[in-house]
């Protein structure tokens, strides 16, 4: 059984998700509704031009005509993870966005990597000594039994939860997730004639809890081994855990809060640099160039204490005669000015040693931003 570590600096090839359906703004909420509950999956990809990102149930709430209305306006734009990012890297990312899953890019196909599949892999013994409680969500929002089927909607869609846990005088009684709303309201409107009295119940989503709630969740303590949720989960295909005390919701755990061991492997940081690209064969390189260019950035942070993030991508463009070709692109984020600065070549420690002069110079070109200037943006 491999270690924690070793999964975390893996690359997520193994766990994308190929042959995905790919949609564009015009299409409907139906079609892609359909998919969705066919596969069983939970978030679409849409591409629009150079534009890529997602869709997920959740954002199918509040969706009154599916059959004509379009995805325009709802979806997401997230960019791409690659082939060879890292589980850590692109689990960073996915916490740090606030993003369920990312699109992927590699042999000319799109695939879906999302956080259920990266913390599907983790089968390693060492999640045996970390209990439930410490990764745990707490406190958590519930439901009371009785409650109207709208306010849950209304929650999701207000505060951005996939799972609501379901009480009755304090004690668990089941859950209620998007894909339950989604599927017993919204998909039967893709079948009801409009103004239709059906579709019109539907669509106000008229109802109490009870009658929609999954009544047997899966539950556990807060002593219990984290591997063995992780296991449930995967083995039940189930999206959350609610761990009890006493009957009563004390904690949920999701997919994220399983990969908060693995993302505690990241080192704290005094600068937000963000490297994705670096294979496996490059953990040498990786932490070279990381010292390198951190400290570029800090100095361009006392210049511009504003900068947000800094992320940097790499390609590999070629190889002759045992060589790789590689192509290295750094952008500045939070600044009120498009900063960026790119290198290429045949060494990779080479390459990043011109990136990072580019990108040092590039920052002390730059005039500070004023209070001034960035109160008036």
């Known amino acids: 059984m491999k270690t924690l570590r070793e999964y ?23 079609r892609v509704l359909g998919e969705l509950i066919e596969t069983g999956r939970y978030e ?55 993003l369920r899953a990312l699109p992927v890019l590699g042999g000319g196909s799109i695939g879906l990597i999302s956080h259920m599949d990266l913390a599907g892999g983790l089968d390693v013994q060492e999640l045996s000594a970390v209990k439930a409680g410490e990764v745990m969500t707490t406190p958590i929002h519930t439901l009371e039994i009785d409650e109207e089927v709208s306010k849950a909607r209304h929650m999701m869609l207000e505060m951005g939860f996939s799972h609501l846990p379901v009480v009755e005088d304090g004690e668990l009684r089941g859950i209620v997730t998007a894909r339950m709303l989604v599927e017993d309201f919204i998909a039967p409107l893709s079948r009801a004639t409009v103004g239709e009295r059906v579709g019109e119940r539907i669509a106000r989503m008229e109802g109490v809890v009870r009658d929609v709630m999954d009544r047997h969740p899966l ?18 295909e189930r999206s959350a855990c609610i761990i009890v005390e006493e009957r009563r919701p004390v904690g949920i ?125």
Do not use: C
């Open 8 to 30: 975390a600096y893996s690359t997520i090839k193994p766990l994308i998700e190929w042959g995905i359906s790919v949609f564009n703004p015009g299409d409907t909420v139906s």
């Open 44 to 98: 679409a990809i849409v591409v629009s031009g150079r534009k890529i990102g997602i869709i997920t149930l959740r954002d199918f709430l509040d969706v009154v005509q599916p059959s004509r209305r379009k995805l325009e306006g709802m979806w997401r734009v997230t960019g791409v993870a690659h082939i060879d990012d890292r589980v850590i890297d692109v689990a960073d990312r996915l916490r740090r966005e606030g």
């Open 219 to 236: 539950t556990a303590h807060r002593e219990t081994p984290l591997l063995e949720v992780a296991e449930e989960m995967t083995r039940m």
């Open 253 to 377: 755990i999701t997919p994220m809060e399983l990969l908060k061991p693995l993302l505690r492997l990241r080192p704290e940081r005094g600068s937000p640099l963000y490297i994705m690209g670096l294979s496996e064969e490059d953990f040498y390189e990786r932490g070279l160039v990381e010292e390198k260019l951190r400290r570029v950035v800090e100095r361009g942070m006392r210049i511009h204490p504003w900068i947000r993030e800094v992320s940097v991508r790499v390609k590999q463009t070629g190889e002759r005669g045992g060589r790789t070709r590689y192509e290295v692109k750094a952008r500045v984020m939070g600044m009120s000015e498009s900063l960026s600065a790119e290198a290429s070549g045949w060494d990779l420690l080479g390459v990043f040693d011109e990136l990072a002069e580019r990108l040092d110079k590039a920052l002390r070109r730059l005039k500070p931003e004023t209070g001034r200037r960035r109160r008036r943006r």
